[in-house]
């Protein structure tokens, strides 16, 4: 008989192998489990044949693959006609698990009294496909020829014939005929049921497959790629939580990445196994001598696949793709231009041997494990990645000038190829003339804008800029880049006042018609600056932001006039003037409404929070339904806008005491954000929700501090130190834990650092300071000593101009009949209530009815006092507030 390639006809050779097996059999039979031995027993004393059958065992770890099972032993258990199944995906996915998975469960024993499992991973060819079964049925040559192999087949009753790695000899075009026409002749066996595995998405040909196909295996899910990490390392100490999240995210949920990085990492621990990975790659995961513990072989396997050999462009697009985290589609590839001859075969290719694969966008994609790979041993060219460089290049260019008129889905779509544009940026550092790096220079630049606004955080690639500058030498690159770390944030320099003096200096001498728009935004960012944080100095603000102004006037540019404008509301708002707010805001809304600009929606958002600061909610939620339509029609909705815009709404249902409500905004916020989206607002989003935990009343102290420290986070890693609202926040849990002393010592501290620059922060410390329901000062302290804070609030909400704080200070003011009169007092809660309940301010209403009953209880009006508690309490309730509507209970009891 003739044997196919790579199998030796040297008789001697062949006994030894037979001799070989014969031990190794042995040895297999001594090792097996009582069941497995029963079965190769039987199989033994069966005598209609010589054969035997050699079983691997059921895999011991094994999750995720409950539902594929389930609908195998429900197709192979059926009564009808024998199954005839191919499990396909990509190599590494678990189908050779899933199959001996199935092949052994109790059910499937139970009807298939034969269960043969035959690895096809050495035969390249019908006739060493023909081998490997016929030496898996007996010794003897005879037994490999199709003849007999069918014979066997059909005389061995009911019988379940795996064929595991079916794509090696199928794949083989010059046999692959011949292999589909014996396959073909095994299923129709009629007590025959075959399982085949295979590498890729396509099936044999000749054969009648059991429907509905089984689809292709996809990466496990979380739950059980964590489940089957830690069934082989131990749990994560303290402190590497994080690197087994990023461990897992690098296997990208493939299982044999996540057999073999668990193994490692229980040995070596997970944060020395992610150290290993960072410098390794693949090769960590390739000490193996085979496919199943070797990651590199598996996809080496692939890649040598006779069907990707007859594309040799497919080669070429696995390489591109192999820097596109995001995946791609073809329509992309072909607008961009890339020299990939018939792209679409190419893809299909790919996707028929499971390197790659279509997601449910039509998006071409590898896993991450192949995509490493493929990075190290067969990089792109640049004559493939400059086109594609350069076409996300443009859509960044065009998303930048579009930004601010409606660009259609141009912003969502950009959001979702960020970690392309990004890898392929960096790529073209390392890969590409030194001519290209101004040019990727300025689009890092706008995919730092861009990321940003669409809560995707900060790009790494901004931290390649210095050393960008310095390599090119590129002064417009520097006072551009320049521009970007002014804002708050890590890149602010140590000395952001010398920077600015020296940019004031260079646009100075370097203005021309040319770069008018970087002077106008650097300007406006130096506006900026002054006008929050640290480095607050409002004087200096309005100076740079008129300067600004006056050039975009200038030079006739609508877009800088809005974004001065802007800055302006900015100013206001920062300096906690919301009345001067309020006509600045208009004239930007008729400036961008004029131009039919979207730009304008900031304006609407401005004016909505200063319409809130002076009691006007139904005006300011007017406001927030027009933004949101602007958003809406600029593309921008899932954007950092959308946040200003919620946390208007959010700040809207604080003023009116509806807690719950403002809660439900801030849970809403935080699910766009996190340390890594839009970290500063993450960590302001927490310290917000924190407050509103304490208000309510209803969360225990420790999940509160942990919010806080969570924030504090955040903010350090920003070089951002004791934040206002955080140390004010800080000062609440304090007096939430009934630690008095702190509370009293840090809201002094926390007024006294903000009283001139956060005036807003100041009056937050003396609402409370003032308030002598919170007993700050002790059971011994006399009421002259807290009746001050309230006289000194009142005074700041008048300068303030803050209709609201002045009524909390008058509430404040009239919880001290002793001092000022019951009568004065009386008037006093009446007044407030009266307003408050004319603007619709819950809590307001609470505390005034409240103190009402509290004074006619001390006049015996008893009757009139309980209406006013039960009044008290049903809007305790409304507000949400569970320790108030205990006091009221308390007072009704």
């Given at each position: 008989m003739?044997?196919g390639?790579g199998?030796?006809?040297?008789?001697?050779?062949?006994?030894?192998?037979?001799?070989?097996?014969?031990?190794?059999?042995?040895?297999?039979?001594?090792?097996?489990?009582?069941?497995?031995?029963g079965?190769i027993?039987?199989?033994?004393?069966?005598?209609?044949s010589?054969?035997?059958?050699?079983?691997?065992?059921?895999p011991?770890?094994?999750?995720?693959?409950?539902?594929?099972l389930?609908?195998?032993?429900?197709?192979?258990?059926a009564?009808?006609?024998?199954?005839h199944?191919?499990i396909?995906?990509?190599?590494?996915?678990?189908?050779?698990a899933?199959?001996?998975?199935?092949?052994?469960?109790?059910?499937?024993?139970a009807?298939?009294?034969?269960?043969?499992?035959i690895?096809?991973?050495?035969a390249?060819?019908?006739?060493?496909?023909?081998?490997s079964?016929g030496?898996?049925?007996g010794?003897?040559p005879?037994?490999?020829?199709p003849?007999?192999i069918?014979?066997?087949?059909?005389?061995?009753?009911?019988?379940l014939?795996?064929?595991?790695?079916?794509?090696t000899?199928?794949?083989?075009s010059?046999s692959?005929?011949?292999?589909?026409?014996f396959?073909?002749q095994?299923?129709?066996?009629?007590?025959l049921a075959l399982?085949?595995?295979?590498?890729?998405?396509?099936?044999?040909g000749?054969?009648k497959?059991?429907?509905?196909?089984?689809?292709?295996?996809?990466p496990?899910?979380s739950?059980?790629?964590?489940?089957?990490?830690?069934?082989i390392?131990d749990?994560?100490?303290?402190?590497?939580d994080?690197?087994?999240?990023?461990?897992?995210?690098?296997?990208?949920?493939?299982?044999?990445?996540?057999?073999?990085m668990?193994?490692?990492?229980?040995?070596?621990?997970?944060l020395a196994?992610?150290?290993?990975?960072?410098v390794e790659?693949?090769?960590?995961?390739?000490?193996g001598h085979?496919?199943?513990?070797n990651?590199?072989?598996?996809?080496?396997?692939?890649l040598?696949s006779?069907r990707?050999?007859s594309?040799?462009?497919?080669?070429?697009?696995?390489?591109?793709?192999?820097l596109?985290?995001?995946?791609?589609?073809?329509?992309?590839?072909?607008?961009?231009?890339?020299p990939?001859?018939?792209v679409?075969?190419?893809?299909?290719r790919l996707?028929?041997t499971?390197?790659?694969?279509?997601?449910?966008?039509g998006?071409?994609?590898?896993?991450?494990p192949?995509r490493?790979y493929?990075?190290?041993?067969?990089?792109p060219?640049?004559?493939f990645?400059?086109p594609?460089?350069?076409?996300?290049?443009?859509?960044?260019?065009?998303?930048k000038?579009?930004?601010?008129?409606?660009?259609?889905?141009?912003?969502?779509?950009?959001a979702?190829?960020?970690?392309?544009?990004?890898?392929?940026?960096?790529?073209?550092?390392s890969?590409?003339?030194?001519?290209?790096?101004?040019?990727i220079?300025?689009s890092?630049?706008?995919?730092?804008?861009?990321?940003?606004?669409?809560?995707?955080?900060?790009?790494?690639?901004i931290?390649?800029?210095?050393e960008?500058i310095?390599d090119?030498?590129?002064s417009?690159?520097?006072?551009?880049?320049a521009?970007?770390?002014?804002?708050?944030?890590?890149l602010?320099?140590?000395?952001?006042?010398a920077?600015?003096?020296?940019?004031?200096?260079?646009?100075?001498?370097?203005m021309?018609?040319?770069?008018?728009?970087?002077?106008?935004?650097?300007?406006?960012c130096?506006?900026?600056?002054?006008?929050n944080?640290?480095?607050?100095?409002?004087?200096?603000?309005?100076?740079?932001?008129?300067?600004?102004?006056?050039?975009?006037?200038?030079?006739?540019?609508t877009?800088?006039?809005?974004?001065?404008?802007?800055?302006?509301c900015?100013?206001?708002?920062?300096?906690?003037?919301?009345?001067?707010?309020?006509?600045v805001?208009r004239?930007?809304?008729?400036?961008?409404?004029?131009?039919?600009n979207?730009e304008?929606?900031?304006?609407?958002?401005t004016e909505?929070?200063?319409?809130s600061?002076?009691?006007?909610?139904?005006?300011?939620?007017?406001l927030?339904?027009?933004?949101h339509?602007?958003l809406?029609?600029?593309?921008?909705?899932?954007?950092d806008r959308?946040l200003f815009?919620l946390?208007?709404?959010?700040?809207?249902?604080?003023?009116k005491?509806?807690?719950s409500?403002a809660?439900?905004?801030?849970?809403?916020?935080?699910?766009r954000t996190s340390?890594?989206?839009s970290?500063?607002?993450?960590?302001?989003?927490?310290?917000?929700a924190?407050?509103?935990?304490?208000?309510?009343?209803?969360?225990?102290?420790?999940?509160?501090?942990?919010?806080l420290?969570?924030?504090?986070?955040?903010?350090?890693?920003?070089r951002?130190?004791?934040?206002?609202?955080?140390?004010?926040?800080m000062?609440?849990?304090?007096?939430?834990?009934?630690?008095?002393?702190?509370?009293?010592?840090?809201l002094?501290?926390?007024?006294?650092?903000n009283?001139?620059?956060?005036?807003?922060?100041?009056?937050?410390?003396?609402?409370?300071?003032?308030?002598?329901?919170?007993?700050?000062?002790?059971?011994?302290?006399?009421?002259g000593?807290?009746?001050?804070?309230?006289?000194?609030?009142?005074?700041l909400a008048?300068?303030?101009?803050?209709?609201?704080?002045?009524?909390?200070?008058?509430r404040?003011?009239?919880d001290?009949?002793?001092?000022v009169g019951?009568?004065?007092?009386?008037?006093?809660?009446?007044?407030?209530?009266?307003?408050?309940?004319?603007?619709?301010?819950?809590?307001?209403q609470?505390e005034?009815?409240?103190?009402?009953?509290?004074?006619?209880?001390?006049?015996?009006d008893?009757?009139?006092?309980r209406?006013?508690?039960?009044?008290?309490?049903?809007?305790?309730?409304?507000?949400?507030?569970?320790?108030?509507?205990?006091?009221?209970?308390?007072?009704?009891?």
């Open positions: 003739q044997y390639v199998l030796s006809t040297d008789l001697a050779g062949l006994n030894a192998d037979i001799e070989q097996q014969h031990e190794e059999l042995l040895e297999l039979i001594s090792s097996q489990s009582d069941e497995d031995s079965s027993h039987r199989s033994f004393l069966n005598g209609s010589n054969s035997f059958v050699m079983l691997p065992p059921s011991k770890i094994f999750h995720g693959r409950e539902a594929e389930k609908t195998l032993l429900t197709t192979l258990l009564p009808s006609e024998p199954a199944v191919a396909l995906g990509p190599g590494g996915m678990g189908k050779t899933l199959a001996l998975a199935t092949v052994h469960h109790p059910d499937v024993m009807k298939y009294l034969e269960r043969h499992f690895s096809c991973e050495s390249t060819s019908y006739a060493e496909l023909l081998v079964i030496l898996h049925l010794p003897e005879s037994w490999q020829s003849k007999a069918l014979n066997y087949f059909g005389a061995c009753g009911p019988c014939l795996v064929l595991d790695n079916f794509e000899p199928w794949e083989a010059e692959r005929s011949e292999v589909e026409e396959i073909g095994l299923s129709g066996i009629p007590t399982l085949l595995t295979m590498r890729g998405v396509e099936r044999p000749k054969v497959w059991t429907r509905p196909f089984m689809s292709p295996l996809d496990l899910s739950t059980a790629s964590r489940q089957i990490f830690l069934d390392a749990e994560p100490d303290d402190g590497e994080a690197a087994l999240d990023d461990l897992l995210d690098l296997s990208d949920r493939l299982p044999l990445a996540i057999a073999l668990a193994n490692i990492a229980s040995f070596e621990g997970y196994t992610l150290s290993r990975w960072q790659n693949t090769a960590l995961l390739s000490d085979d496919k199943r513990s990651l590199e072989k598996s996809i080496t396997l692939s040598n006779p990707l050999a594309s040799p462009n497919a080669i070429n697009l696995l390489a591109l793709i192999s596109l985290p995001d995946g791609i589609r073809v329509e992309d590839l072909v607008a961009s231009t890339v990939i001859p018939d679409r075969q190419a893809q299909w996707v028929g499971s390197l790659a694969y279509v997601d449910v966008s998006r071409l994609k590898a896993l991450s192949i490493e493929i990075r190290r041993t067969h990089a060219a640049p004559q990645t400059t594609l460089r350069t076409y996300f290049q443009n859509l960044l260019a065009l998303w000038a579009k930004r601010h008129i409606h660009s259609g889905n141009l912003g969502p779509e950009l979702s190829y960020v970690g392309n544009i990004t890898e392929l940026l960096r790529y073209g550092l890969a590409e003339q030194e001519s290209s790096w101004v040019e220079g300025d890092i630049l706008v995919l730092h804008d861009f990321s940003r606004t669409m809560l995707k955080g900060d790009t790494q690639l931290n390649k800029l210095p960008l310095n090119t030498g590129d417009g690159l520097r006072w551009r880049y521009t970007r770390c002014l804002r708050p944030g890590p602010l320099p140590t000395d952001p006042d920077l600015i003096e020296e940019g004031v200096q260079y646009y100075g001498t370097h021309t018609r040319s770069n008018i728009d970087e002077v106008i935004a650097f300007y406006d130096v506006a900026r600056h002054y006008s944080g640290l480095h607050k100095d409002l004087s200096r603000a309005t100076e740079f932001n008129a300067l600004t102004l006056d050039l975009a006037r200038e030079h006739g540019e877009v800088h006039q809005l974004k001065a404008l802007a800055t302006k900015y100013i206001a708002q920062t300096s906690d003037a919301p009345r001067r707010l309020i006509p805001a004239e930007g809304r008729k400036l961008g409404g004029l131009a039919s979207p304008a929606w900031e304006f609407y958002w909505a929070w200063a319409l600061c002076i009691g006007d909610f139904r005006g300011a939620q007017d927030c339904m027009e933004a339509e602007w809406v029609s600029a593309g921008l909705e899932t954007t959308r815009l946390d208007v709404e959010a700040d809207i249902h604080l003023q005491g509806e807690y409500e809660r439900t905004v801030y849970a809403e916020m935080l699910k340390p890594q989206r970290p500063i607002y993450h960590g302001y989003l927490l310290t917000s924190a407050r509103v935990d304490m208000v309510m009343g209803s969360v225990s102290v420790n999940d509160v501090s942990a919010k420290e969570t924030a504090q986070t955040v903010f350090t890693a920003y951002m130190h004791q934040i206002p609202i955080t140390v004010c926040a000062a609440e849990l304090a007096l939430y834990r009934d630690d008095l002393d702190t509370a009293r010592s840090l002094v501290k926390c007024l006294t650092a009283r001139r620059l956060f005036p807003l922060v100041a009056s937050d410390c003396l609402a409370i300071l003032g308030d002598s329901r919170k007993n700050l000062h002790g059971g011994n302290s006399s009421t000593d807290v009746f001050p804070w309230s006289i000194v609030f009142l005074a008048r300068k303030m101009q803050d209709p609201i704080r002045t009524l909390h200070a008058l404040r003011i009239a001290y009949p002793t001092i019951e009568d004065t007092a009386l008037v006093l809660f009446r007044v407030v209530c009266d307003v408050g309940a004319e603007m619709g301010i819950h809590h307001l609470a005034c009815m409240l103190g009402i009953g509290d004074i006619l209880t001390q006049r015996g008893v009757d009139e006092a209406k006013m508690w039960e009044g008290a309490r049903s809007r305790f309730v409304r507000c949400s507030r569970s320790r108030d509507v205990l006091q009221v209970d308390a007072r009704l009891s």
